[in-house]
T-cell receptor, first 110, second 122 residues
Framework: QSVLTQPPSVSAAPGQKVTISCFGS????????VSWYQQFPGTAPRLLIYDNNKRPSGIPDRFSGSKSHTSATLDITGLQTGDEADYYC???????????FGGGTKLTVL | EVQLLESGGDLVQPGGSLRLSCVAS????????MSWVRQAPGKGLEWVSGISGGGDITTYADSVKGRFTISRDNSKTTLYLQMNSLRAEDTAVYFC???????????????WGQGTLATVSS
């Protein structure tokens, strides 16, 4: 059971916007940076967002991240069928001294 | 180009041991923390263990503490995971992942290997 909670699935139509949430606590999200990853079946995860809202080079600005108190969100605008994947949030937990990922959210582009 | 190449995954009986390796190239290895992240079949990502750039800081998930040992040889740019007392629930694809920071506490991974499968079954 992860300390970070994500919805199991979200869906939206092509061209629309979707928001994926990640809920934690003061010991993890509340006091540490959040990162987001995209994973296609059978492949390694890819970093989308780090330090709450920064994009690595090569990640389109359709992907954006934010954090407020003990929760974080990943927004994806201008949805494309190629965005169908699993998305994970991750952060450090200062009280437990462990890293954590959310349970993952499957995005379906209808 | 950054490359992370894992190896060592195999089929092993419960109670057995495996040592995973991850050979890194394309970046200054001893400047970067490294982690092992696993994914059981059909499940999500689970962080397993991390080690700082110099190897002086190691951290473990509760699920593997006391059974797994992370280490690194910076002269060989190689990361290791010694897995002992293996259980069926340790069956997973194990990814090595690069953290650009030295300590690992920033906890984000900008490069991942392709993964190696460890199967624990009798």
């Amino acid at each position: 059971q992860s300390v970070l909670t994500q919805p199991p699935s979200v869906s939206a139509a092509p061209g629309q916007k979707v928001t994926i949430s990640c809920f934690g606590s003061s010991s993890n999200i509340g006091n540490n940076y959040v990162s987001w990853y995209q994973q296609f079946p059978g492949t390694a995860p890819r970093l989308l967002i780090y330090d709450n809202n920064k994009r690595p080079s090569g990640i389109p600005d359709r992907f954006s991240g934010s954090k407020s108190h003990t929760s974080a969100t990943l927004d994806i605008t201008g949805l494309q069928t190629g965005d169908e994947a699993d998305y994970y949030c991750g952060t450090w937990d200062s009280s437990l001294s462990v890293g954590s990922f959310g349970g993952g959210t499957k995005l379906t582009v209808l | 180009e950054v490359q992370l190449l894992e190896s060592g995954g195999d089929l092993v009986q419960p109670g057995g041991s495996l040592r995973l390796s991850c050979v890194a190239s394309g970046f200054i290895f001893n400047n970067c923390a490294m982690s092992w992240v696993r994914q059981a079949p059909g499940k999500g990502l689970e962080w397993v263990s991390g080690i700082s750039g110099g190897g002086d800081i190691t951290t473990y998930a509760d699920s593997v503490k006391g059974r797994f040992t992370i280490s690194r040889d910076n002269s060989k740019t190689t990361l290791y995971l010694q897995m002992n007392s293996l259980r069926a629930e340790d069956t997973a694809v194990y990814f090595c992942a690069k953290d650009p920071g030295y300590s690992g506490y920033d906890f984000y991974f900008d490069q991942w290997g392709q993964g190696t499968l460890a199967t624990v079954s009798s």
